[in-house]
């Protein structure tokens, strides 16, 4: 399984409302947008109590099944460098 480039995280923050825009810049999770505090708090949906924390649960679940997605890909790299 290939995962693409190391990016950086493109939130940015709710204060800003005009060009130029200045980025967080931490390293995004693999294959999303934003780094995990961003991601975090991008998707924190839910109206009610037990929906926003059936949300928040489905978004950790998420972030912890993606940061052992990347740590795996990681030592697969790490890997690849020794057997070369």
């Not at 924390?53 to 890909?73: P, S, V, Y």
């Amino acid at each position: 399984m290939e995962l693409g480039p190391s990016r950086t995280c493109e939130y940015i923050g709710s204060e800003q409302k005009e060009w130029p825009y200045v980025f967080c810049g931490q390293k995004s999770i693999t294959g999303k947008s934003y780094c995990a505090e961003h991601y975090h708090q991008m998707y924190k949906k839910g109206s009610s109590a037990t929906g926003a924390k059936k949300m928040e649960k489905l978004i950790n679940k998420e972030l912890a099944d993606l940061e052992l997605q990347q740590l795996i890909a990681e030592q697969e790299a790490d890997r690849e460098e020794v057997d070369v």
